[in-house]
Nanobody
Framework: QVQLVESGGGLVQAGGSLRLSCATSGRTFSTYAMAWFRQAPGKEREFVSSVSWNGAFTYYADSVKGRFTISRDNAKNTMYLLMNALKPEDTAVYYC???????????????WGQGTQVTVSS
C-alpha cells in the first residue's frame, strides 16, 4: 500500500521558519519526481515546488522562490521543504505528491499525501 505522509506543519509567526517532511512507503519512488502543492481556504490547489528523481533539478513557484528550499533523501524515502521568511499568505494545507515529471500541473502527479496545515500569523 502506497503511502505519503506529510509532517512538520504548524503555527508560526510571520518571518519564521518551518520544515515539512514527506515520508513515503509501500514502494520506492527514487526514480520519480516529487513535489509540494498547497491549497488555501477558498482557493485552488497551487504548485509550490518540485524536485527531480535525483535531486539535481528543482523548481519553484515565483511566490516562494528565494524563501523555500526543496530537497529529498532517497535513502530515507523522504522529501523536505524548508520554508523561511514565512508570510501570512503562505497559510495553506501543504500536500506532497509523486509523479513521472517535475511538472507544475497537479494532474501530472499520481500519488498524494493527506496534507499538513501551515498557518502563518501576522
Amino acid at each position: 500500500q502506497v503511502q505519503l505522509v506529510e509532517s512538520g506543519g504548524g503555527l508560526v509567526q510571520a518571518g519564521g521558519s518551518l520544515r515539512l517532511s514527506c515520508a513515503t512507503s509501500g514502494r520506492t519512488f527514487s526514480t520519480y519526481a516529487m513535489a509540494w502543492f498547497r491549497q488555501a481556504p477558498g482557493k485552488e490547489r497551487e504548485f509550490v515546488s518540485s524536485v527531480s528523481w535525483n535531486g539535481a533539478f528543482t523548481y519553484y513557484a515565483d511566490s516562494v522562490k528565494g524563501r523555500f528550499t526543496i530537497s529529498r533523501d532517497n535513502a530515507k524515502n523522504t522529501m523536505y521543504l524548508l520554508m523561511n521568511a514565512l508570510k501570512p499568505e503562505d497559510t495553506a494545507v501543504y500536500y506532497c505528491a509523486v509523479g513521472p515529471s517535475t511538472s507544475p500541473q497537479d494532474r501530472r502527479y499520481v500519488y498524494w499525501g493527506q496534507g499538513t496545515q501551515v498557518t502563518v500569523s501576522s
